[in-house]
């Protein structure tokens, strides 16, 4: 059996992108009817795959609960310090262990045009009950295992 991966991530990216890359980040989504004509998020040729939209959203995710989606869309309440709408990037998808490197690949990508540092989402494993955060840093990201610090408190909220 294989392993899957869920992966959620929430950015933002700059409002002044160029149009050659909003234009691979809706591919990437799913969000285009062609692919770019030059690819800028993953080495295709090295990674052994044809290129596919990675992130492609709008069905029943295939190992965990709820829905694959994907969302680019402006940010226009919250404009950045020039007044414009930076773009606002959500997706959230279920990948298997073979094509998890491009994955990563394709995110690190994103990550490096994204904006602001910290918490940007996460990874877990249907391996596994592990989790790691996707932490963003301003040269790069980590993957950081959550492990529990004490009893975990329940609440009831009847």
């Known amino acids: 059996m294989s392993d899957y991966y869920d992966l959620f991530l929430a950015v933002d990216l700059p409002s002044d992108l160029p149009a050659s890359v909003v234009q ?3 591919w990437l989504l799913g969000q285009a009817d062609r692919a770019p004509a030059t690819h800028a998020a ?3 040729e090295d990674s052994g795959h044809e290129p596919w939209p990675v992130f492609d959203g709008g069905s029943a ?3 965990f609960a709820g829905a694959d989606t994907a969302l680019l869309v402006r940010a ?3 404009a950045d310090p020039k007044g414009s709408a930076p773009w606002a990037l959500t997706l959230r ?3 298997h262990e073979d094509e998890f490197g ?3 690949e394709a995110v690190e990508w994103l990550l490096r045009k994204a904006t602001g540092v910290g918490w ?3 990874v877990r494993s249907s391996a596994s ?3 790691r955060h996707v932490i963003r840093r301003q040269d790069g990201f980590d993957l950081v295992d959550v492990r529990s610090a004490g009893p975990l408190a329940q609440v009831s909220w009847s």
């Open 42 to 44: 993953v080495d295709w």
């Open 120 to 122: 940007v989402g996460f």
């Open 61 to 63: 995710s295939h190992s």
């Open 76 to 78: 226009v309440d919250r």
């Open 24 to 26: 691979e980040v809706r």
């Open 102 to 104: 491009v994955v990563m």
């Open 93 to 95: 998808t279920g990948v």
């Open 129 to 131: 009950e592990g989790i």
